[in-house]
């Protein structure tokens, strides 16, 4: 999932003091390998027939979140290692500091690893200073990249999400390709059909009946034999974390936006009269049906209630209640179903979305090896096994999504294939592309919380707008 324990301010504040240190150059080898001093692609030295086998006997060096998707990828490196003679080995961090150690490493130019995990949000902060190799030319290469790998196969807007032109506001699905989308998170809602069930209820269809449905939970359910059960369980953190997943879905889907692009000025938006509006619709939402301690509610927590059937209801990434949906999970499994939430004004399901993705050091002196790692992680054998086998449960690619296997393992989940299939074509980043995400989204959750505090909305989103617009504009 998405760096939920991390220290916002650390990584702030590494990726500012890496940003200013000098990028050290690291030497080609003429063998598809390193950095070119021509400012061409090291792809472009890769020549002939594609060959699994053209990097035997090199080593591949990978940095990995600990993660289920890790545990997957790290189940079936034998089968990589036997098709193409290429040793992996790899070092996993826990969450809370793993962005940190990335940070300090491509800042470097050391290139400890030739490949990593991380999120599309952090291409903003790691493309512009150059530490992520554009995966463009080795994609068009045919000599480096096999038919099977099957471009056309991904979900669109999944790839996109790692295109950018690395210019501020500029939309994404344009310019270099510095990630591979991998595994990915729906924001949807998920929730307990027993207590549905006995309140006579249904998923709610639009904002307005969310939010009543969600003040009706936390009245009625005590008196329905679930004892201290609230309504919808959201992020609450003073964290960029708590506005990404439910709240920017919502957001989105009512047609509103984070910033606005005008020229090469990139303005605040958050403060327009129906972002005020909104905002103080969903911090009364929360008021009146969400937890009582909402204000340090991160993604476990929202979880953990609605496994253990203190939250009737769940407005973040489908993973997150997919591990306490699965058989033997949590008190709740067997009894939580999914719903793609709320539509907004046209029946719109926009949906932000949380991508788990590979990239490439830009200053790696094994691309080549590299690159047959990523395509092999990133191709169809490897992701159908992981989804089938273990739990890669939101397939990037189109194939996988409709491969019987999966879906006979998935359909023991009430309503996941059905909501995937319904915001799959509408879920995309949200947000706009611009270096100071963590440290606007951070302050926009700060935000947030004063106005379930009890101050003024207009007034808050206004000094916020105001704030972010000497920083980002």
Known sequence: MDMRGHDRRRFLALTAAASAAPL????????????????????????GSFDWKRADGRTVKALLNKHPYTDALIADLKSFTAKTGIKVEYDVFPEDNYFDKLTVDLSSGRASYDVFMLGAYMVWQYGPPGWLEDLGPWMRNAAATGAEWDQADFFPNLLQAGQWSLKAGAPLGQGGQYALPWGWETNVVAYNTEVFGRLGLKPAESFDELRELAGTIKRKAPGAGFDGMYGVAVRGSRSWATIHPGFMTMYARNGLKDF????????PAMNSPEAIAFTRDWADMVKKGGPPSWTSYTWYQCSSDLGAKKAGMLFDADTAAYFQAVEGASPASGKIAFHPGPKGPGGSLATNMWIWSLGMNAK??????????????????????????????????????????????????????????????????????????????TSWAAALQEIYGGKNASSVLNGLAGDLASKVG
Not at 24 to 47: H, I, N, P, Y
Not at 260 to 267: L, P, Q, S
């Open 24 to 47: 050290l150059t690291a030497c080609g080898s003429g063998f598809g390998d390193g950095a070119k001093e021509d400012g061409g692609s090291a792809a472009d030295d890769v020549t």
């Open 364 to 441: 790696s002196k094994n691309k080549l090896p590299a690159w047959l790692f990523l395509q092999w992680a990133t191709g169809k054998e490897h992701l159908l096994r992981s989804a089938v086998r273990h739990h890669h449960i939101d397939p990037v690619r189109q194939s996988v999504s409709q491969d019987a296997a999966y879906k006979d393992k998935m359909k023991a989940i009430p309503g996941f294939i059905d909501t995937f299939e319904a915001v799959v074509g509408q879920t995309k980043i949200q947000f706009t592309p611009q270096e100071q995400f963590f440290d606007a989204t």
């Open 260 to 267: 606005t692009v005008e020229g090469d000025t990139v303005k």
